[in-house]
């Protein structure tokens, strides 16, 4: 049965948006105009984001979810921003990606599947321009693209690994042109990337034309205006440029746009959803894919860096079977992996509050004991039962994350765009890694010195696993003394930095052994097996 949700109508009163900005996709979801965004910035923000996850991830999304609705059951004005879920990992290994229990947001199948389209509308958008780059080798490349050195790939919102390299323009003289290419998942487009960091129609339009999609015979960079793209895939992001607003199971407000993957792309909710919040509620509560060396660096350093915001506070996710893994079986060694993220939280200058997201067969014992070491670091530590009792279950950890909240912050990046991007590597890898050092590969290297030489000084977005700190999946806990590998580095001039790849990360994720694919089924109109346990 169809969950009984509050008209879309009345969830936008609930933070003063105007009905006339509001564009509903039925009775429980809507878009907002970005004539809302005018209006001036209240709130205060807090970053959600954890220690290095199991595969099946430590509930950052619920606890994000249940720390706003616990919030709004203080007495406070709080609104979640979170990004839009992909079809890979929701028909992966993952499931859904709406929260979990009684701390999702709904309708949750909805989003989970189609929502208001934007991601079919972000892989439209990528697949015209990379038609549009074929279309002109196809006709004698009168941009002066060079076949064998296009960079643009399509996209498809799926895990499929027989799509990581393909070859094209097979069908003969009018089969267009012969060559190898690739597919990217959705999430990991630069499309999304842009949407993501885009802050107006205008802003979009001018990052679309960035876009490098390859490289004359003298390497000289072809962009998507180059060929004349941009407008029209301005055109098919029109609508999906408009945040999308939603609501908890519990009718609180939740704002969900944007979805780029953490360990492929810069892992944050769109910028204009952000702003929008920041508008309209007394507190932000807003998340970052994967562990903080992942999501949470890349919030501060390149979402936090292109808005112009700077969270008030971090919650930290911490989980009893996550730090055992870490530990190898033993909780307390394993919360070294903890105490090396709260480290790199700290080095941001920002309150950190550490939020333990309860499981069943957690014990007492071992919640004391993760107090006590967070404690003995200065971090006030709170489990939460959102997952099972919604808002009410996580109150103590909103009460600890308003009492955290903090005026005197100031932006603090890890690095200076003018530094060279080794520097910016080695600081990343050994503020936030832990590494010792930091090896380029020759292909890597090359890319980022020309770079350097046209005066390009971006942020970096380091792609690697999100299983350990390292780029190494197999070193759990807290690893030392190790170098990290950039095997490839990647511009993307529309989104605004520079992809430095690690370790064998996937662009194109494949399906498990066994896919969460073969538990979706419809019965009476009702979907089920989306999310983990139902």
């Keep these: 049965m169809r969950m009984n949700l509050r008209p879309i109508t009345e969830v936008a009163r609930d933070l003063e948006i105007d009905e006339a900005n509001l564009i509903p996709y039925g009775r429980d979801k809507a878009k907002v105009e970005l004539a809302e965004l005018d209006k001036p910035q209240r709130g205060k923000l807090v970053l959600v984001s954890a220690m290095t996850p199991t595969k099946a991830g430590e509930g950052k999304t619920t606890t994000s979810i249940g720390l706003t609705m616990g919030l709004n059951q203080i007495g406070e004005k709080a609104v979640v921003c979170l990004r839009e879920p992909s079809l890979g990992p929701v028909f992966g290994i993952k499931g859904g990606g709406t929260g979990g229990g009684a701390a ?20 439209s958008a990528n697949n015209l321009l990379a038609a549009l780059v074929d279309n002109d080798l196809h006709f004698g490349a009168k941009s002066g693209l060079d076949s064998r050195r296009v960079t643009w790939r399509r996209v498809l919102d799926m895990n499929d690994r027989a799509l990581r390299q393909i070859n094209i323009g097979l069908g003969g003289r009018n089969g267009g042109l012969p060559r190898e290419s690739a597919f990217d998942i959705t999430a990991a487009s630069e499309v999304m990337a842009i949407l993501g960091l885009a802050t107006s129609e205008e802003n979009l339009r ?4 960035r876009i490098v999609v390859g490289r004359t015979a003298k390497n000289e960079p072809i962009t998507a205006d180059d060929l004349g793209a941009a407008a029209a895939m301005s055109v098919l992001l029109k609508d999906a440029l408009k945040p999308n607003i939603a609501q908890t199971r519990e009718g609180t407000p939740a704002i969900v746009h944007g979805g780029p993957f953490a360990n492929i792309a810069h892992g944050c909710s769109s910028i204009l959803g952000t702003k929008l919040g920041l ?13 903080f060396d992942l999501g949470g660096e890349k919030f501060f350093d390149i979402k936090c860096r292109e808005a112009g915001i700077w969270p008030n506070a971090v919650t930290l996710v911490a989980t009893v079977r996550a730090l055992k893994l870490h530990g190898d079986g033993d909780l307390e060694a394993g919360i070294a992996n903890l105490e090396h993220h709260l480290d790199s939280v700290a080095s941001f200058g920002v309150p950190i509050v550490v939020g333990i997201n309860l499981f069943p067969d957690d014990t007492a014992d071992e919640i004391e004991m993760i107090k006590k070491r967070c404690a003995a670091k200065g971090v006030k530590a709170v489990a939460s039962a959102a997952f099972a009792e919604g808002g009410a279950g996580a109150t103590e950890l909103a009460e600890a994350v308003r009492d955290a909240l903090s005026d005197d912050v100031e932006p ?9 991007y080794k520097k910016k590597l080695t600081r990343v890898a050994k503020a936030i890694y832990g590494a010792a050092s930091v090896n380029i590969e020759p292909a890597a290297r090359k890319v980022l010195r020309r770079l350097e030489k046209d005066g390009i000084n971006l942020p970096i977005c380091v792609a690697k696993t999100p299983l350990s700190i390292s780029d190494n999946p197999k070193l759990i806990g807290r690893p030392s003394g190790f170098a990290i590998t950039v095997r490839e580095a990647r511009l993307s001039a529309g989104a605004g930095f520079v992809v430095c790849l690690l370790g064998d990360v996937m662009t194109m994720p494949g399906l498990p052994r066994e896919p969460s694919a073969k538990n979706v089924r419809v019965e009476n109109g009702r979907i089920y097996g989306l999310m983990q346990n139902d």
Excluded: C, W
């Design 104 to 123: 999702q947001i709904e309708p949750a199948a909805e989003i989970n599947l189609h929502f208001t389209g934007d991601l079919h509308a972000i892989t």
């Design 206 to 209: 001018e990052r679309l034309g």
């Design 279 to 291: 508008s309209h509620a007394d507190i932000v509560v807003t998340e970052a894919g994967f562990g």
């Design 412 to 420: 603090k990046y890890l690095y200076d765009l003018d530094m060279s």
